[in-house]
T-cell receptor
Framework: NAGVTQTPKFQVLKTGQSMTLQCAQDMNHNSMYWYRQDPGMGLRLIYYSASEGTTDKGEVPNGYNVSRLNKREFSLRLESAAPSQTSVYFC????????????FGPGTRLTVT | SQQGEEDPQALSIQEGENATMNCSYKTSINNLQWYRQNSGRGLVHLILIRSNEREKHSGRLRVTLDTSKKSSSLLITASRAADTASYFCATDRGNTGFQKLVFGTGTRLLVSP
């Protein structure tokens, strides 16, 4: 997971609380993504940013907002957390070169009670 | 909904045996990728196969792609305990220059010493 950092690693929220998950990269890549992973499931795309200044909804955007602060940072905000948002959240990046692989951060484990 | 479905959901083998996992998807793709996830960690890219390729090798990994059947398989030869992880296929249907991956539900592989 070198090159992509996420904070915090763990978080417990009460229903209705808000929080921001932070993602930063040092690989100078254009595209950044936020996914959630629920137990026994693959990853589902929440929001993505093709480049600095642009963001778009993914498969499961409801209840979330994002900010692409600059090329390095892409944050995910939960305005009013719900138990259904209990999940592990992963940030990923990708360059626009011929390499198609995505690089993932270590994840944030969020529990909403 | 998720694009890929992996089969089997779980696989348990002995060290030295081969492990085969399959992925089926629903729509046309540009490429298909396989990722590994160790418990509690982010995903790591293993191998990519483009839609015009039928087979690809990387070390002990062999990937096949059958676009007519919309399926792919990942073979890990001579497995090791360190191969214990979850394996996900991910399909790329995005436009040239930008990529949105859609992940399958994963295969949990357990390799016993």
């Amino acid at each position: 997971n070198a090159g992509v950092t996420q904070t915090p690693k763990f978080q417990v929220l009460k229903t209705g609380q808000s929080m921001t998950l932070q993602c930063a990269q040092d690989m100078n890549h254009n595209s950044m993504y936020w996914y959630r992973q629920d137990p026994g499931m693959g990853l589902r795309l929440i929001y993505y940013s093709a480049s600095e200044g642009t963001t778009d909804k993914g498969e499961v955007p409801n209840g979330y907002n994002v900010s692409r602060l600059n090329k390095r940072e892409f944050s995910l905000r939960l305005e009013s957390a719900a138990p259904s948002q209990t999940s592990v959240y992963f940030c990923a990046i990708r360059s626009w070169s011929d390499s198609y692989e995505q690089y993932f951060g270590p994840g944030t484990r969020l529990t909403v009670t | 909904s998720q694009q890929g479905e992996e089969d089997p959901q779980a696989l348990s083998i002995q060290e030295g045996e081969n492990a085969t996992m399959n992925c089926s998807y629903k729509t046309s793709i540009n490429n298909l990728q396989w990722y590994r996830q160790n418990s509690g960690r982010g995903l790591v890219h293993l191998i990519l196969i483009r839609s015009n390729e039928r087979e690809k090798h990387s070390g002990r990994l062999r990937v096949t792609l059958d676009t007519s059947k919309k399926s792919s398989s990942l073979l890990i030869t001579a497995s090791r305990a360190a191969d214990t992880a979850s394996y996900f296929c991910a399909t790329d249907r995005g436009n040239t220059g930008f990529q949105k991956l859609v992940f399958g539900t994963g295969t949990r592989l357990l390799v016993s010493p």
